[in-house]
């Protein structure tokens, strides 16, 4: 750069001009455009001004490529045929048999998209191979017709792509029932606050142990602007063990009864306990958020399913005692996808409603750093499993290491990262400090394009 701004310095003395000042060596900034901190006239950049005033369209979906089109006004015949086009979806998949592999290939690219394969497929026998896929709306429809007609597997991938991509032609009407209130989720991303009731908490050291505490916490809570209370008497920090029955009862109980009366929100009880989240569900709470995703208690499933009430499967790697001694991924997304989808069939077997399904990723949870920066950064690859996400990234620790920051000063890095997750596609954020957070959802939601009306 500054041997361009030395032959720039060179050529505008030879011509007399001031190489700071406009043209005609007047001091104006008069034709002058800026890249970075340097200014350069526009005809060095393009010979001349650009008239036709090009730009990037961002179109995510086909409601978006039906309003770009509008902009410009093509006949109803046109737009429906070229709203389809306009949106490109890049797919992996994972499993193929290798035959299947080539069909895949040779019928996206005669179609005009892209297969990519593992270099040496033909080189796999019975192995099973991934492939990334890329294309258009368009594109894709014509492929699925043609994989519905084909062996080694592919008339299955044919439904799993159509029902992948069902999001991007209609995203339909998403309602999450919580103690007989209906969330339209897509309207409004929901609040819900935090209530731990231990003593070794790692965000508020114990705080709110006390019932007397935790409940007039929780109301506070409730005041500004939580949409659902979550309460949980087990702490989960890296490095916890778990505590007998009758202690997690002993702590959760008392402020479940009486935030169920007092709140005028529903209640969610956090635990791993089936006989914890029976009581809880007894005593009127409408949610259990589990961070095992029912793998801990063989009871929790059936009693899920009974009782007909939404559950948050988590994905934690290792239990809490051991799940920050260094946790290993090879794809970090795409292990953290395929287990949530498994957890997600395994409770639909088990008799629960797909419809009370929410899924959360786990930040934090046996992840490093550079893991829960890239879960953040690809957060809209779990909305393509098809159920409601959580998202919990309120003080935890990857903020603290980014910003060398301790728990309590965490509170600027929690508000980017809950507006991010909004940005990516979170329905419901977990966090301590609901009031700054529900200001920056309601922000948040205004950019992405959510109307619904907050609390």
């Given at each position: 750069?500054?041997?361009?701004?030395?032959?720039?310095?060179?050529?505008?003395?030879a011509?007399?001009?001031d190489?700071?000042?406009?043209s005609?060596?007047?001091?104006?900034?008069?034709?002058?455009?800026?890249i970075?901190v340097?200014?350069?006239?526009?005809?060095?950049?393009?010979g001349e001004?650009?008239r036709f005033?090009?730009?990037?369209?961002?179109?995510?979906?086909?409601?978006?490529?039906?309003?770009?089109?509008d902009?410009?006004?093509?006949s109803?015949?046109?737009?429906?045929?070229?709203?389809?086009?306009?949106?490109?979806?890049?797919?992996?998949?994972?499993?193929?048999?290798?035959?299947?592999?080539?069909?895949?290939?040779?019928?996206?690219?005669?179609?005009?998209?892209?297969?990519?394969?593992?270099?040496?497929?033909?080189?796999?026998?019975?192995?099973?191979?991934?492939?990334?896929?890329?294309?258009?709306?368009?594109?894709?429809?014509?492929?699925?017709?043609?994989?519905k007609?084909?062996?080694?597997g592919?008339?299955?991938?044919?439904?799993?792509?159509?029902?992948?991509?069902?999001?991007?032609?209609d995203?339909?009407?998403r309602?999450?029932?919580?103690?007989?209130?209906?969330?339209?989720?897509g309207?409004?991303?929901?609040?819900m606050?935090v209530?731990?009731v231990?003593?070794?908490?790692?965000s508020?050291?114990?705080?709110?142990y006390?019932t007397k505490?935790?409940?007039?916490h929780?109301l506070?809570?409730?005041?500004?602007?939580a949409?659902?209370?979550?309460?949980?008497?087990?702490s989960?920090?890296?490095?916890?063990?778990?505590?007998?029955l009758?202690?997690?009862?002993r702590?959760?109980?008392?402020?479940?009864?009486?935030?169920?009366?007092r709140?005028?929100?529903?209640?969610?009880?956090?635990?791993?306990?089936?006989?914890?989240?029976?009581?809880?569900l007894?005593?009127?709470?409408a949610?259990v958020?589990?961070i095992?995703a029912?793998?801990?208690d063989?009871?929790?499933?059936?009693?899920v399913?009974?009782?007909?009430?939404?559950?948050c499967?988590?994905?934690?790697?290792?239990?809490?005692?051991?799940?920050?001694?260094?946790?290993?991924?090879?794809?970090?997304v795409g292990e953290?996808?395929?287990f949530?989808?498994?957890?997600?069939?395994?409770a639909?077997a088990?008799?629960?409603?797909?419809k009370?399904?929410?899924?959360?990723p786990?930040?934090?949870?046996?992840?490093?750093?550079?893991?829960?920066?890239?879960?953040?950064?690809?957060?809209?690859?779990?909305?393509?499993?098809?159920?409601p996400?959580?998202?919990?990234?309120?003080?935890?620790?990857?903020?603290?290491?980014?910003?060398?920051?301790?728990?309590?000063?965490?509170l600027e890095?929690?508000?980017?990262?809950?507006?991010?997750?909004?940005?990516?596609?979170?329905?419901?954020?977990?966090?301590?400090?609901?009031r700054?957070?529900?200001?920056v959802?309601?922000?948040a939601?205004?950019i992405?394009?959510?109307?619904?009306?907050?609390?």
């Amino acid at each position: 750069m500054r041997e361009r701004m030395a032959r720039r310095e060179r050529s505008t003395a030879a011509e007399g001009r001031d190489p700071s000042s406009g043209s005609g060596g007047e001091n104006s900034l008069q034709g002058l455009t800026t890249i970075g901190v340097y200014p350069l006239r526009r005809r060095e950049l393009r010979g001349e001004a650009m008239r036709f005033n090009p730009r990037l369209l961002q179109v995510r979906d086909v409601g978006e490529a039906y309003a770009r089109l509008d902009e410009v006004g093509p006949s109803e015949r046109g737009r429906s045929i070229m709203a389809p086009k306009m949106v490109h979806r890049v797919i992996r998949v994972d499993n193929l048999d290798t035959r299947a592999a080539n069909i895949l290939k040779q019928n996206m690219l005669s179609l005009g998209g892209e297969v990519s394969l593992p270099r040496e497929v033909f080189g796999y026998g019975e192995a099973k191979v991934p492939a990334i896929i890329s294309g258009t709306l368009k594109q894709y429809k014509a492929l699925i017709a043609r994989l519905k007609e084909q062996p080694f597997g592919l008339k299955i991938l044919a439904s799993e792509l159509e029902e992948i991509l069902k999001p991007a032609y209609d995203a339909g009407e998403r309602i999450l029932l919580l103690g007989g209130r209906q969330y339209r989720l897509g309207e409004r991303t929901l609040v819900m606050g935090v209530v731990n009731v231990t003593p070794d908490s790692f965000s508020d050291g114990g705080r709110f142990y006390q019932t007397k505490d935790a409940v007039e916490h929780g109301l506070r809570l409730v005041e500004e602007g939580a949409d659902i209370l979550d309460v949980g008497g087990e702490s989960t920090r890296p490095g916890s063990d778990f505590i007998p029955l009758e202690e997690e009862l002993r702590r959760v109980m008392p402020v479940v009864e009486e935030l169920v009366q007092r709140a005028g929100v529903p209640v969610s009880i956090d635990t791993t306990k089936a006989e914890v989240a029976r009581r809880a569900l007894d005593a009127g709470c409408a949610m259990v958020n589990e961070i095992s995703a029912m793998r801990l208690d063989a009871d929790m499933l059936p009693l899920v399913a009974e009782r007909g009430v939404p559950v948050c499967l988590m994905h934690m790697k290792g239990l809490p005692k051991d799940m920050q001694v260094s946790p290993l991924y090879d794809d970090v997304v795409g292990e953290i996808a395929a287990f949530l989808r498994e957890r997600a069939e395994v409770a639909v077997a088990g008799g629960v409603d797909p419809k009370n399904i929410i899924l959360d990723p786990g930040i934090g949870f046996g992840k490093n750093l550079d893991h829960n920066l890239e879960i953040l950064r690809r957060l809209p690859e779990f909305r393509s499993l098809g159920y409601p996400l959580l998202l919990g990234t309120s003080r935890k620790s990857f903020i603290g290491m980014i910003l060398d920051l301790p728990v309590e000063e965490r509170l600027e890095g929690t508000a980017a990262s809950v507006a991010l997750g909004v940005a990516g596609g979170a329905d419901i954020v977990r966090v301590h400090d609901v009031r700054e957070m529900v200001r920056v959802v309601r922000v948040a939601d205004a950019i992405v394009g959510k109307g619904g009306p907050h609390r």
